[in-house]
């Protein structure tokens, strides 16, 4: 009896599990980097005595609605990956459980149109309490998550993921925890939003092969391999470079040069993206996790510099 409970007990785990992974957690820092960063450089503006008030509650909900539009437009783009069969089972990267038939589609379908609804729920509550620039804002990243394919398909996806991931969760997070449109935040967030799009990128040029035989095109692919790396690796640099260009004109404190300390992470990951060849884009495999993280521990140290820089 023990053991059968023990069994059962794993197997729930398991699915949970898999629930988990459907939605691809790992990418999550994409849209909780941008807006951590937000909440951050607010609050030094806070300090600074630039802004008067700040209304913590909201910042926290947005912040949470940001993973949860990021979370649906995961899932509903898993599904039409299937479906249009850019995901197949020779493709490298994270598993994908449709195509390992440990879901139907139709029911990764469902689940992001369920998470989606949820996200615009909370946005409309924080709509009907700040102001109508947060519904043009929502509505960015409503297209974002259940369009995102489309422009992908047609090699648009890099711009649709920096319009959303790079400025416009900056924006409304700054808008509704100050009721203001903070127009240069959307300077400051530039840097990691480059990051994010060579999330991206790094994930296109791995599937360069794959994407072709079904039919779609990505930048990666119009730029071919080696204009893929030469980009990949401009993107990576270009967010080091405006950080210290902000850090000159003073628009960042100088404790903001914290982000160097992941410097070395970045030329590794460029390393990597270098040792690529169109005979052997496995190599590259994880390398949009790898970029993923990139941004994570870059945005975390950019945070750190707003918040030390606040108290000094």
Sequence with gaps: MRKFCYRTKNKELGKLKNWIIVAHPWAFPASASPALIAISYVFYLYKRGEIVELNWTYGILAFFGAVIFHMAGNLIGEYHDYVSGVDRKEKTGPPRLIVMGIFKPETILYYGYTVLFVGILLGIYLLLNTGLPLLFIGIIGIISSTLYYKFKYIALGDLLIFICYGLSIALGMAYVMTGQLLWPILLVITPVGLLIVAILHANNTRDMLQDKEAGIRTQAMNMGLEGSQITYQTLLLAAYLLVAIMVMIEMLDTWVFLVLLSFPLAIKNIKLMR?????????????????????????????AGNVIASFI
Excluded: E, N
């Excluded at 169109?278 to 993923?292: E, N, P, Q, S, V």
């Excluded at 993280?293 to 950019?302: D, E, G």
């Design 275 to 303: 040792k690529a060849t169109m005979d052997d884009l496995g190599i590259i495999r994880f390398l949009d996790t790898h970029t993923a993280q990139l941004v994570l521990l870059f945005s975390l140290l950019m945070v």
